[in-house]
């Protein structure tokens, strides 16, 4: 009896699993190339100088955050930190390439603000200088 059950039960968990892997490898397999596709186009119109500043940007952040982390938990497992290290520099090389590169493209939105956030504080120290100038006049003509 077992002869007869073992190579069907064989054959439907076989099925059963390639049925599982069917829906979870694909959007798996789609992530990674979504990932590898958004990190190459993020730093293909990087220059070689950016993309390495770049690279020690993320490590030395990495780094930091992988020691405090580990620091504040006690727990030095170098495995896991080798794990932490490598997502977590993925990660943020991914965002920084990605934010240098809408700050080379984009530039003139960033002066644009930062043009604005000049004026507003000149104009606020202007308008502060008028109302300590006021205040000390009323002083004087009090006495």
């Known amino acids: 009896m077992r002869k007869v059950f073992a190579p069907i039960l064989g054959i439907l968990v076989f099925v059963v699993v390639i049925y599982i892997l069917s829906y979870v490898v694909p959007p798996l397999f789609e992530f990674l190339a979504w990932w590898f596709l958004t990190k190459e186009t993020a730093t293909a119109p990087l220059s070689t100088g950016q993309a390495v500043l770049i690279d020690i940007i993320t490590h030395a952040i990495i780094y930091i955050f992988v020691g ?38 984009y530039y003139w939105i960033l002066f644009i603000i930062l043009g604005l956030l000049v004026v507003g504080a000149v104009i606020l120290s202007i308008l502060t200088k008028k109302e300590d100038n006021t205040d000390t006049k009323d002083e004087l003509c009090d006495e």
Request: zero cysteines; aromatic letters at 16%; proline letters at 0%.
């Open 68 to 105: 405090i982390l580990f620091g504040f938990m006690g727990w030095w497992d170098s495995d896991v930190m080798h794990v932490v290290y490598v997502i977590g520099s993925e990660v943020v090389s991914l965002l920084l390439a990605l934010l240098l590169r809408f700050i080379i493209h």
